[in-house]
């Protein structure tokens, strides 16, 4: 049964930074898309970054872009958010996701998801 | 970016009732080499990550109820729940998967009445 598991959320200052991680069990992670999607308190889904299967591709929303990376350990099953020059509009519960693939191609639909880390930016 | 919107914010139905919620895509997400709509529907329920209900806009996800279905094409989309029960409230997100980024509606509140 696929499984994520996100860690690393946590309180933080404005402008420091944060990582999270996520631990995926159950699939071939090497095979699959990722991504990260968020939702800050009392509002909707925002996707934030993706990356394809073998790390060759990375893309991210325009709200986080130049300040957080994706990456992923596919020797370790694990993907990561790398968070810099954090702003109180940051603050969400951050989810990992799978990205949905047929037997030929990989689509940006999320199929397998995390149960999220709180990430609150606050002085 | 395509924008999508969804109609209405919020819905009351009655358990056992017809619940139906609209989405709408600034732009077409038909693809046009498989003729799928790149449109997915997600179930949000408080305290729990979202879950998929529905890929290429009439597709099931494995054990999902089949009391959901969704229609449309092109620009128009919509999520429909037949007899709706108790469990069923949450709060629904249609999303484009067409173009990048991928983005969703801004969710619609599902209530018992």
């Known amino acids: ?123 | 970016d395509i924008v999508m919107s969804q109609s209405p914010d919020s819905l009351a139905v009655s358990l056992g009732e017809r619940a139906t919620i609209n989405c709408k895509s600034s732009q077409s997400v038909l693809y046009n080499s498989n003729k799928k709509n790149q449109l997915a529907w997600y179930q949000k329920k408080p305290g729990q990550p979202p879950k998929l209900l529905i890929y290429w806009a009439s597709t099931r996800e494995s054990g999902v109820p089949d009391r959901f279905s969704g229609s449309g094409s092109g620009t128009d989309f919509t999520l429909t729940i037949t007899s709706l029960q108790a469990e069923d409230v949450a709060v629904y997100y249609c999303q484009q998967y067409y173009d990048t980024p991928p983005t969703f509606g801004q969710g619609t509140k599902l209530e018992i009445k």
């Open chain 1, 1 to 123: 049964q696929a499984q994520l598991v996100e860690s690393g959320g946590g309180v933080v200052q404005p402008g420091r930074s944060l990582r999270l991680s996520c631990a995926a069990s159950g699939f071939t992670f090497s095979s699959f898309g990722m991504h990260w999607v968020r939702q800050a308190p009392g509002k909707g889904l925002e996707w934030v970054a993706g990356i394809w299967y073998d790390g060759s591709n990375k893309y991210d929303a325009d709200s986080v872009k130049g300040r957080f990376t994706i990456s992923r350990d596919n020797s370790k099953n694990t993907l990561y958010l790398q968070m810099n020059s954090l702003r109180a509009e940051d603050t969400a519960v951050y989810y990992c996701a799978r990205g949905y693939c047929t037997s030929t191609s990989c689509y940006d639909a999320f199929d397998v998801w995390g149960q999220g880390t709180m990430v609150t930016v606050s002085s």
